[in-house]
């Protein structure tokens, strides 16, 4: 009997994994599954090879990397258009670092040490799932400088900025909650006040129009902000 769950297809899954031993394995074990790892070790490295590939259809993402936070990496691989689902792979497992995981924009959480058929079970499963949101054309983020970019122009942010960027390109076209925002930018039990949220969006509305875009963020009272793209008349 065919299992109607099991894969049609070679998948093609991206790791970022700075662990040289740990990704032989998981090279090996996607091989004997069927499917092709794409690897990187760095942030830098995983943004330049994953970003425009269209092939890859998971994501592997150690959260310990050397040049950033793996759920930062989440939020500017998807703001930069790599909408492949997301699992984190951890030796945390505290449940605010799954929590975390999650909030970034993730759909699956692995604690190291892991089972290897359970890995490739829930590998299967996100690719299952995958459905890319929209775009927002000519924005992107740029990790290694911490900079939204436009063609060649480019404008620093602050690593606040950056988070608040990177949910709301990720997500454009859908209104974020300002608690989603603020869970998504400030550490856990950060406070934050009411204006701070506002303050900051404001910054990135200039930025917006400094770079020339014409993406603009709007204001829903009451709920939240949406990035949009003016239509082209």
Known sequence: MIDPAAPTRELVV?????DPALARLLE????AAGHVGVFAQTGGQAVRRFVGDERIDVLLLDIGLPDIDGRDLCRVLRANGQHAPVMFLSARD???????GFASGGLDYLVKP?????????????AR???PPPKV?????????????SGDAARMLTPTEFRLAALLLADAGRVVRRTELIDSAWV????????TLDTYLHRLRLHLRELGSTATIHTVRGVGYVLRTAEPR
């Open 137 to 149: 054309p000519g924005l992107h983020l740029d990790p290694e400088r911490f900079a939204l970019c």
């Open 129 to 131: 799932r995958a459905e």
């Open 14 to 18: 991206g790791c970022c994994e700075d």
């Open 188 to 195: 856990p039990g950060a406070l934050v006040k009411g204006n």
């Open 94 to 100: 505290q449940v605010h670092d799954i929590v975390q």
């Open 28 to 31: 090996e074990c996607l091989r």
């Open 114 to 126: 892991f089972a290897v058929a359970e890995l490739i079970a829930r590998i299967e499963a996100l």
